[in-house]
């Protein structure tokens, strides 16, 4: 018997060797050390073998089968790193393909634009201001100097809500809110960016909804010259260091003084040309010294205090910077045209 299982490991060896996958090694397996082995039907014989040679023998049969066996599991883990060496190689990683580029968002041209006229003003001392959308009339009207029935009343087609409450028409009641809160008469230095409304039908200057920066400075010395200074200042930031501004008066019912201004084409350099209606000027905003009506109903002295406004469209800055012609693009949300800026 000892020959037929050294025969037998013999031929199993040989056997596993020449397996080249896991499938047949597993059948190899059960025909070795499976049931219906060979090795199986020893163990069965060993009852009839003297009693002084089964130790022997099944000890025998057993190392056999561990010897087997383990050539088996060494096989099993060759074929196993085979494979991932194969996959290893025909996986490579190509470090230097370019990745895949994932889209990012950026901020709406107004949202940059209103930012940038921030930035502005920050640079200059200012505060920034914020009051609500909808506002009452007494802010957005009364006290700027438009009582009930004024004619210019006019001038802002408005959508109220109730008999005394609207969408603001314009970021100037942030004007009135601020000086109101100011008790201590402390100089005010502020901007207030935000949204305004107005009952207009939607073409391409006009939109029922749009962005308005407001600024406003009070104290006891706030001139006419700084005005103007501070509008030269935003003209070059916003349009290039080489603009030179027009102020021509114009009509405001809280200011007064009330100038519109012009910036120096930034096209032509003031030749004239189809951007600036062969004028050499563009109209940018409105601005103006508060009405003295607008400080005495804030309960300021306006024999002691005085101060300007400024008022920026905030779509009329973006349009004009980047050539932009319909209003309305900046409120379709196409990412075509969003994403240029
Ligand atoms: N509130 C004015 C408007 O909406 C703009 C403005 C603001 C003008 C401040 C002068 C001073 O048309």
Not at 104 to 127: A, P, R, S, W
Not at 312 to 321: D, N, Q, S
């Amino acid at each position: 018997m000892q020959e037929k299982i050294n025969q037998l490991v013999k031929e199993a060896k040989k056997e596993i060797e020449s397996i080249g996958n896991l499938n047949d090694l597993n059948l190899l397996k059960s025909k070795y050390l499976g049931k219906k082995s060979e090795f199986n039907q020893f163990m069965k014989e060993l009852k009839n073998l003297p009693n002084e040679e089964k130790p022997k023998v099944g000890q025998m049969i057993n190392k056999a089968k561990n010897e087997i066996n383990d050539h088996i599991q060494i096989k099993k883990e060759t074929i196993e790193q085979e494979k991932i060496n194969k996959q290893l190689e025909q996986e490579t990683i190509d470090i230097s393909l370019p990745g895949k580029s994932m889209p990012v968002g950026k901020k709406h041209i107004l949202t940059q634009t209103i930012e940038e006229i921030e930035d502005i003003f920050i640079g200059l001392g200012y505060e920034i201001k914020e009051g609500p959308e909808q506002e009452e009339d007494k802010y957005n009207f009364e006290m700027l100097n438009l009582p009930k029935d004024h004619p210019a009343r006019d001038m802002q087609d408005s959508l109220y809500i109730s008999e005394d409450s609207l969408l603001r028409t314009h970021t100037s009641p942030v004007q009135v809110r601020t000086l109101l809160e100011n008790a201590d008469k402390k100089p005010v230095k502020i901007i207030a960016p935000g949204t305004v409304y107005r009952k207009d039908d939607d073409d391409q200057t006009h939109s029922h909804q749009f962005k308005q920066v407001e600024v406003l400075v009070v104290d006891r010395l706030a001139s006419l010259s700084d005005l103007k200074g501070t509008l030269l200042i935003a003209a070059q930031k916003l349009f290039g260091a080489e603009r030179e501004i027009r102020l021509r008066p114009s009509y405001f019912p809280f200011t007064e003084p009330s100038v519109e201004v012009d910036v120096s084409c930034y096209q032509c350099h003031g030749k004239g040309c189809s951007m600036c209606k062969n004028t050499g000027w563009i109209e940018v905003l409105g601005a103006g010294m508060v009405n003295k009506n607008v400080l005495k109903a804030c309960g300021y002295d306006p024999e002691e205090f005085q101060g300007f406004a400024i008022g920026f469209g905030v779509e009329r800055i973006a349009m004009l910077k980047h050539g932009i012609d319909d209003i309305r693009q900046l409120y379709t949300n196409d990412l075509r045209f969003n994403s240029q800026f």
